[in-house]
């Protein structure tokens, strides 16, 4: 079943404590994202890759940092994580169409709790 | 800098009613433009999208949306609404410029719907 995962779905932290939220996709695709959504301010995009080892800043990178070392895989990096950094997070890939991008595909979100 | 705005926060509509969810961005150069809808708990997926050709498109469950290029808009339409509907609704502009190849969404349109 083509999909995106992400884990954990849900994670309650410290200020200051390091953590990874995981993101796999299984369609080949070369562009992932990673967006948080925040009650009246919608989806904003953290970061984007359109490849391997390629990425970029979207609206909102402050904070955060990710890596793309294999196509499937794209984890978003949290090195000191603050309360306003508290949000749900969605992970989503697409194929790269010759006039941009194609549809996106989320994952189920990742609900953060800092502390 | 690129922007998609919803210009309604919150629609509450009667069951039979006729939708219409406005959308406009700013942005000059090509665009691709989409509308995705997220049910309550659940993650955001396609209704529908535009890259090129009849400014109508049709997408899921009876939606329509029209581009028109000279009011940088790209409004939702539903001629009858149903219970079922009831979910937030996401515009998105891919802006495509050179090396950038960001998704910008608007902050959401939630639409209720009463039996």
């Known amino acids: 079943e083509a999909q995106v995962t992400q884990n954990p779905r849900y994670l309650i932290t410290v200020t200051g404590k390091k953590l990874t939220v995981t993101c796999s996709q299984n369609?080949?695709?070369?562009?992932m994202s990673w967006y948080r959504q925040d009650p009246g301010l919608g989806l904003r995009q953290i970061y984007y890759?359109?490849?391997?080892?390629?990425?970029d800043k979207g609206d909102v990178p402050e904070g955060y940092k990710v890596s793309r070392k294999e196509k499937r895989n794209f984890p978003l990096i949290l090195e000191s994580p603050s309360p306003n950094q508290t949000s749900l997070y969605f992970c989503?890939?697409?194929?790269?169409?010759?006039?941009?991008?194609?549809?996106?595909?989320f994952g189920p979100g990742t609900r953060l709790l800092v502390l | 800098a690129q922007s998609v705005s919803q210009h309604n926060h919150h629609v509450i509509l009667s069951e039979a009613a006729s939708l219409e969810l406005g959308c406009n961005y700013s942005?000059?150069?090509?665009?691709?433009l989409f509308w995705y809808v997220q049910y309550p708990g659940q993650h955001l997926q396609l209704l529908l999208k535009?890259?090129?050709?009849?400014?109508l498109v049709k997408g899921i469950k009876g939606f329509e949306a029209e581009f028109i290029k000279s009011k940088f808009s790209f409004n939702l339409r539903k001629p009858s609404v149903q219970w079922s509907d009831t979910a937030e609704y996401f515009c998105a502009v891919n802006a495509v410029s050179g090396a950038t190849n960001k998704l910008i969404f608007g902050t959401g349109t939630l639409l209720a719907v009463q039996p």
């Open positions: 989503a890939s697409s194929l790269i169409h010759h006039r941009g991008q194609e549809t996106q595909y």
């Open positions: 369609m080949n695709h070369e562009y």
């Open positions: 942005y000059g150069g090509t665009v691709n």
């Open positions: 890759s359109m490849n391997v080892e390629v990425t």
């Open positions: 535009y890259f090129s050709g009849d400014p």
